[in-house]
């Protein structure tokens, strides 16, 4: 079965200094991977996005992320924090035949001005 | 691009009452619809999915005659909680896929009260 799980319940990082929030992934197959970012009392706000080709992809407002299989990681990472960057991350895998994503349990991030 | 509206963004009811959830693709046609519930500082719960144009697709343990789901369109889908109770209170979260290799757009999600 498809999961993703999402080691820390919440990341504390300095504005100005580079974050990193991780997720280890779980599929059968090529994983579809995703990023979203959920601001209080919002949907989700989509980030990027991994299907093939480079590991490290860009996405929305500054943030990337590098697919690595050997460890099967999708770690979302931006090189300097903003404190509006404060918000819960999902990452998410696509689940198998269907195009159903399945979340992660969330990251807070909170960026300290 | 890419914009889902749901509407209402908040509804507080009595117990007993049915609530009627929208969600609205507004520049593209969402041949897929998904319906999630997210409880506090939780993650995400799918509860359905919605095809347009024919039944939807439950996950197990929600409950279909609880949880009425209508995708009439390729623009519209509807969730109506049926006999609202207390333990239905939530926050409820749509979204929507074209074809394609679309991410999946949500909608900004409806806080439900039920007193």
């Known amino acids: 079965a498809q999961s993703v799980a999402q080691p820390e319940d919440q990341v504390n990082v300095a504005e100005g200094n580079p974050l990193t929030v991780k997720c280890t992934y779980s599929?059968?197959?090529?994983?579809?991977l995703f990023w979203y970012v959920q601001y209080p009392n919002r949907g989700l706000q989509f980030l990027l996005k991994?299907?093939?080709?480079?590991?490290l992809v860009k996405g929305s407002y500054g943030f990337e992320a590098e697919f690595n299989k050997s460890q099967t990681s999708f770690h979302l990472k931006k090189p300097s924090a903003l404190v509006s960057d404060s918000a819960l991350y999902f990452c998410?895998?696509?689940?198998?035949?269907?195009?159903?994503?399945?979340f992660g349990t969330g990251t807070l991030l909170a960026v300290q001005p | 691009g890419a914009v889902v509206s749901q509407h209402p963004s908040w509804v507080i009811c009595k117990s007993g009452t049915s609530v009627k959830i929208e969600c609205r693709s507004l520049?593209?046609?969402?041949?897929?619809m998904f319906w999630y519930r997210q409880f506090p500082k939780k993650s995400l719960m799918l509860m359905a999915t919605?095809?347009?144009?024919?039944?939807?697709?439950?996950e197990q343990g929600v409950e279909k005659d609880k949880f009425l789901i209508n995708h009439a369109s390729l623009t519209l889908s509807t969730l109506t909680v049926t006999s609202a109770h207390p333990e239905d209170s939530s926050f409820y979260i749509c979204?929507?896929?074209?074809?394609?290799?679309?991410?999946?757009?949500f909608g900004d999600g409806t806080r439900l009260s039920i007193l």
């Open positions: 979204s929507a896929t074209g074809l394609g290799n679309q991410p999946q757009h």
């Open positions: 599929v059968s197959g090529n994983p579809y």
């Open positions: 991994y299907i093939t080709g480079d590991n």
């Open positions: 998410a895998v696509e689940g198998g035949a269907t195009n159903k994503l399945i």
């Open positions: 520049d593209f046609q969402a041949t897929t």
């Open positions: 919605s095809n347009e144009g024919s039944k939807a697709t439950y």
